[in-house]
């Protein structure tokens, strides 16, 4: 009795905080909430939340995006008013679908509960006007394996709260944010065949924990970052919706929300530069961003209670979700014009323009000010040499340089299409996979263009999710080619075509070939003593 009514106190208390009113039976409560907050949900409480909550609204459809490696079912919830079932009537319903992810490392929980509370709040309490204009799509635990597999420490930064968490790697020993090139996951697999090309998400939240850095922000943000891609679907996330949404998420809730990125006191202190993460399409967000749409990594603070985590995280997507219901036809115009741009330039400029195919992180036009950060104090070590430690104490600097830009350190022409030969039909296979048109050729055909000779191989001694990842050099040429029957072409005028592009261009650094698809043509080529053809022609 007493632990039903602290409870039921509880959520009075955080409704009241959070401006919810609502009451839910007590088969929707979650296990973070009847614990304390000492605990996680597992795999099964999700599924019976799922299954709870179905029965009481008519606005949820159970779904699931494939079978993990352990063959459980990872479960989606498609969430629309008025109600729709299939991707096809929420294409002719003319609202976006925003696909919010959590869970991707099984020990960074919070979105996963907050995935829940949202979808609690929605259908049952007073959020249902979310669902005004636009369909969302929850997957509140990505990676089902690694939520189950609790223990004690496995996320050392976040200081036991939760006490145990699951793993941050997939039943394969994979990491799932690597994989959005490779896609050797059943859960990669699933969600981009069942998710990303079966309900064409306008923008995607992926929602992860830092992994220590004792900046001062209760949850950092990251958009898809800006490669190949078109710039128009980054641009609007980083110049118009993060800002405006960091600055709601202050004066409503008192919460500091900042750009994502480390410091590193190698450098010194105090800072003078902060660094992102990489602009690889290996990241789920940048790989979407590749696809002309919208996708923001979401990223609270390790070091604050789980608790405090799922607040600041709460709030975040919530102000995704009620930005996005307010300018559902803007982003929904921006992300279809990248994608004609997309198409347009290689109709018009394919064999003419060149685009990187490998980028180095550089600074940003403007640097960071009133940059919130835990401070450190200088002290000296046993051996006379300086050393820094934490302070506990707030502190802001300005003009932090932002390292969250990427330039192109080698670029390649765009060209109209590819030819691949017949015999590489895994390669086929996989870009089919990722959604990309490909035609088999009925008959020989002549094309010009250039083939790429490889002069030098690289091939990493470091095992990297299982690979020794390669690099090559070597010099395009001019030449015609003739392609037999039942060869494979891709055009390049098609949706996918950044994406394409930055998965076949042999000097990609995180292309096909990077990822070791092409090594058993290398390996017998004997690079250097014989320098040999990349078999991936160009066209223009
Ligand atoms: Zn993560």
Redesign the pocket.
């Known amino acids: 009795m007493k632990s039903i009514f602290s409870v039921v106190f509880f959520l009075f208390v955080f409704s009241l905080s959070a401006q919810i009113k609502t009451t839910f039976p007590v088969s929707l409560l979650l296990v973070p909430e009847k614990t304390n907050f000492e605990k996680t949900s597992t795999y099964s409480d999700v599924m019976s939340f799922l299954n709870a909550i179905k029965q009481l609204s008519p606005h949820i459809s159970l779904q699931t995006i494939g079978k993990s490696t352990s063959g459980l079912d990872i479960p989606m919830a498609v969430l629309a008013n008025p109600m729709i079932s299939n991707a096809d009537q929420a294409k002719a319903s003319g609202k976006p679908v925003v696909y919010i992810q959590a869970n ?2 099984a ?2 929980v919070e979105g996963k509960e907050v995935a829940m509370m949202l979808m609690r709040d929605i259908l049952l309490g007073d959020k249902m006007d979310l669902l005004q204009n636009q369909i969302i799509i929850f997957v509140p635990i990505y990676n089902v394996d690694g939520n189950d597999k609790m223990e004690k420490g496995l996320r050392a930064s976040q200081e036991n709260s939760p006490l145990e968490t699951g793993t ?1 790697e997939n039943g394969q020993g994979l990491d799932l ?1 690597r994989d959005g090139v490779k896609m050797e996951a059943p859960e990669t697999k699933g969600m981009i065949a069942n998710v990303l090309n079966l309900w064409d998400p306008q923008l995607t939240v992926d929602l ?2 830092t ?1 220590g850095t004792w900046h001062g922000y209760s949850l950092t943000w990251a958009p898809g970052y800006l490669s190949s891609g078109e710039s128009g679907p980054y641009n609007y996330l980083n110049d118009v919706m993060l800002p405006l949404i960091t600055k709601n998420a202050k004066e409503k809730y008192d919460l500091n929300l900042g750009p994502f990125g480390d410091f590193s006191l190698r450098e010194g202190w105090p800072l003078k530069n902060f660094y992102t993460y990489n602009h690889h399409p290996r990241y789920i967000v940048n790989h979407i961003g590749l696809r002309n749409r919208m996708s923001i990594l979401s ?1 609270s603070f390790a070091h604050e209670r789980f608790y405090q985590r799922i607040n600041s995280t709460y709030h975040f997507v919530y102000e995704i979700l009620n930005h996005c219901n307010n300018n559902a036809s803007e982003i929904l115009k921006i992300n279809k014009e990248a994608e004609l741009a997309a198409i347009e330039k290689v109709r018009n400029q394919a064999g003419i323009i060149k685009k990187g195919v490998r980028f180095k992180m550089v600074p940003t036009d403007k640097p960071l000010n009133h940059f919130r950060t835990y401070d450190y104090e200088k002290y000296l070590k046993e051996d006379g040499s300086i050393s820094w430690l934490k302070s506990g104490k707030i502190t802001y600097y300005d003009n932090i340089t932002y390292y969250a830009a990427f330039k192109d350190t080698v670029s390649a022409t765009l060209p109209r299409g590819y030819v691949i030969p017949a015999i590489m039909d895994t390669i086929v296979q996989l870009l089919q996979q990722h959604g990309v048109n490909v035609i088999k050729l009925e008959k020989k055909t002549r094309f010009s263009g250039e083939s790429f000779f490889i002069e030098k191989w690289n091939k990493s001694p470091r095992k990297f999710e299982g690979h020794n990842m390669v690099s090559v050099e070597g010099t395009f040429n001019a030449r015609e080619m003739v392609a037999k029957k039942g060869d494979f072409i891709i055009d390049m005028a098609q949706p996918l075509a950044n994406l394409i592009f930055y998965m076949l261009e042999p000097q990609s650094d995180d292309g096909l070939l990077s990822w070791n698809f092409f090594d058993h043509i290398l390996k017998g080529s004997n690079v250097p003593f014989s320098p040999v053809d990349y078999p991936v022609f160009k066209y223009f």
């Open positions: 991707i490392h020990g960074e941050r944010n992860h924990t992994n990223e």
